[in-house]
């Protein structure tokens, strides 16, 4: 870790062993085979006992008052990060965070906020829920929380206030743009369940569409529901929109690889430190689909559950994988609670796929042996490179390798904007533009030439201290050339404000290239079958994925 020296590092190490003692984990370990060689360091029982007798030192001499929770907490968070990116600890405070991360649900207004200037704001209210219900609008400043003054506070102070318990009332003080006088709102909270498939529908009169966000614990249950309706009319073909989805629950990627392949079929196994912990996940239901054709699109954001989701659909030659490689998180998490209502979120194990193949992308223990020694971290340190991953097999006998995420089967890369856009984006313009549109119209407006002509004024006012000032010489010629992109972000802030995100993403498949690339995949029965056959040399003597032995597997 950054600023750490290696004492540091090492006393941060004692407080996590000690915690592990605490929860009743703990016990001498031995010496590694670099102590034995003449390394001086102390073996752990030791330094847990060097540590207590800090601590009591301190708590007897030190001069100043210490807040031993606080401190301990930001020591046993900096260890934790010594180890990887998946370790964390979840203090009592926290325990709402760990809950929805792991179910989407929370008890609040249903809404995104961000920071603005000195305040926060409503940046998007959730569709049926306590924000929209009240008619809280994007831009709406949140001013106090029931008598408390909010100016000045943080999305993190001012998220725990709007939160709370379901069906409790709390007044809202909000100053909506173009507005002199406030507004008072009375808001009730609600369990918010944040939906883990934002939209689906049909991109043409046989291909649906499925995008889902996370792998909460109704992951499955809401694609499957998605699925059934969709199947009320003509499918043929499904994508399946698995983009920026960090991944979340394995149980749940298990249960939607069952939807498309044999019951009995291994999905993933994982292998932890002893074998007494290894687990082996089949599907345990028949599939609803199949036979249903497949695209399913992943990103270099796609991980841990995505990756075990697109991976086994592609070890089984079942779908056809379209987009960047995946992000390459092999590991599994395990939640462990520890006393006084904390919890420890450790990693457990690696997974494999069906194939033997694990995609995790980074070294972390090679990694923290490199940072100990070079004393700083490079972005690429502890990555697997291509030249030491090995070849696996699908079913039909493709190669497949394992290490650095899932590699699609056709590989495309990401949609990109202008740097004009990338600037009215991060300088708000679009939400402001979009804000202003919706305060006056009751219905969503038509982008027209005039209203993209007031845009175009707004942005070059030279009066607002911006970025985009030293784009002035060329910023009307930009807007001029780069009209139609300019427009159709313009046309999805709308959307999200009439029509919430469920609209906005309809729009945005409109103008993507990857999505309209696997529709046209899916319509074409010849080439969907050529990507998912192996070719015709290796066919001979390829059976199965697991039943060819490979060599490689788990290395």
């Known amino acids: ?23 009743g984990q703990a016990g001498a370990q031995s010496a590694t085979q670099e102590q034995k060689s003449g390394d001086a360091r102390l073996d752990a029982q030791q330094y847990m006992e060097i540590l207590g007798t800090a601590i009591r030192t301190l708590q007897t001499h030190y001069v100043d008052s210490v807040n031993w929770s606080r401190v301990l907490t930001a020591g046993i968070e900096a260890m934790l990060q010594e180890l990887d990116p998946y370790t964390e600890f979840y203090s009592e405070a926290d325990q709402q965070e760990f809950k929805t991360m792991t179910t989407g649900e929370y008890a609040g207004i249903g809404a995104i906020i961000m920071q603005l200037n000195d305040t926060v704001c409503i940046s998007e209210p959730y569709e049926k829920m306590p924000a929209a219900q009240v008619n809280l609008l994007p831009g709406d400043r949140i001013l106090s929380v029931d008598g408390e003054n909010m100016i000045g506070k943080g999305t993190a102070y001012v998220s725990e206030h709007l939160r709370g318990q379901p069906n409790t009332t709390f007044a809202l003080q909000i100053l909506r743009p173009g507005e002199k006088e406030p507004r008072v709102v009375e808001i009730t ?3 918010i369940v944040i939906d883990a498939v934002p939209y689906y529908g049909w991109m043409n009169d046989s291909i649906g569409y499925i995008q889902l966000n996370n792998f909460t614990d109704k992951a499955a249950l809401d694609v499957q529901n998605s699925l059934i309706e969709l199947q009320k009319g003509n499918l043929k073909g499904l994508v399946f929109d698995l983009r920026s989805n960090p991944g979340g629950l394995v149980d749940e990627a298990v249960k939607l690889v069952s939807m498309f392949v044999p019951k009995g ?3 993933v196994e994982t292998k932890a430190k002893t074998p007494d912990r290894n687990t082996t996940y089949r599907t345990n239901t028949p599939p609803i689909e199949p036979d249903l054709k497949l695209a399913v699109l992943i990103d270099r954001s796609s991980a841990s559950a995505s990756e075990i989701l697109s991976g086994a659909l592609q070890d089984y030659d079942r779908a056809v994988i379209m987009g960047e490689r995946s992000y390459g998180k092999g590991l599994v998490q395990s939640s462990y609670p520890l006393p006084y209502n904390t919890i420890l979120k450790y990693t457990s194990a690696k997974y494999y796929i069906p194939s033997g193949r694990c995609i995790q992308a980074i070294d972390y223990q090679a990694r923290r042996v490199a940072r100990w020694e ?12 291509d030249s030491l991953t090995h070849v696996f097999h699908t079913a039909a006998g493709r190669e497949v390798r394992d290490g650095g995420g899932i590699k699609p089967d056709v590989e495309r890369k990401p949609q990109t904007i202008s740097n004009l856009t990338y600037y009215l984006q991060r300088e708000n313009r679009f939400f402001h533009f979009a804000n202003r549109l919706r305060f006056e119209n009751e219905t969503i407006p038509a982008v027209t030439d005039s209203v993209y002509a007031d845009f175009c004024r707004e942005v070059t006012d030279t009066r607002r201290d911006t970025v985009l000032r030293v784009m002035k010489i060329n910023l009307q010629h930009d807007l001029d050339s780069l009209k139609s992109e300019v427009i159709e972000q313009i046309e999805m802030d709308l959307e999200l404000r009439y029509n919430f995100r469920r609209g906005m ?5 409109e103008g993507d290239d990857l999505v309209r690339e696997a529709v046209a995949l899916l319509a074409d029965d010849k080439r969907y079958t050529e990507i998912l056959s192996a070719p015709k040399a290796d066919k001979q003597g390829r059976k199965g994925t697991r039943n060819s032995k490979n060599k490689n597997k788990n290395k």
Do not use: F, H, Y
């Open 374 to 385: 070079a004393g700083q971290e490079t972005p690429d340190l502890g990555r697997i490179p």
């Open 1 to 23: 870790m950054k600023g750490l020296t290696k004492g540091n590092r090492a006393l941060l190490w004692c407080i996590t062993l000690m915690l592990t003692c605490w929860t």
């Open 265 to 267: 079929s291994i999905v």
């Open 505 to 509: 993403t309809r729009r945005s498949l």
């Open 189 to 191: 909270r609600q369990k």
